[in-house]
């Protein structure tokens, strides 16, 4: 298995961004992606989930309707589209499998949001 996040960078306040996880490894259309973050000095906390065709999907109550997650089975990728970014939104993102009950993650992608 393997997960290849990119798509971060520097980014102003209220500006976007869209992160993308190419999968590979295992059979993408069949499990449930979800997207994590973790920011200086604080745990990893889930920032959206999508089921495995696209059709559900959920957000931590922080997001507050800003990001969207999607996913294309045909890529292999799941993405993450960021809006009206924030300071605090200032993490590492990590792109997340769970596979027979086992958590598979990608190497991150840093998002800072700053002036």
């Known amino acids: 298995v393997q997960l290849v996040e990119s798509g971060g960078g520097l980014v102003q306040p209220g500006g976007s961004l869209r992160l993308s996880c190419a999968a590979s490894g295992f059979t993408f259309s069949r499990y449930v992606m979800s997207w994590y973050r973790q920011a200086p000095g604080k745990q990893r906390e889930l920032v959206a989930v999508i089921s495995s065709a696209g059709g559900t999907t959920h957000y931590a109550d922080s997001m507050n309707g800003r990001f969207t997650i999607s996913r294309d089975n045909a890529k292999n990728t799941v993405y993450l589209q960021m809006n009206s970014l924030k300071p605090e939104d200032t993490a590492v993102y990590y792109c997340?499998?769970?596979?027979?009950?086992?958590?598979?993650w990608g190497q991150g992608t840093q998002v800072t949001v700053s002036s």
């Open positions: 997340n499998a769970q596979i027979n009950s086992y958590d598979y």
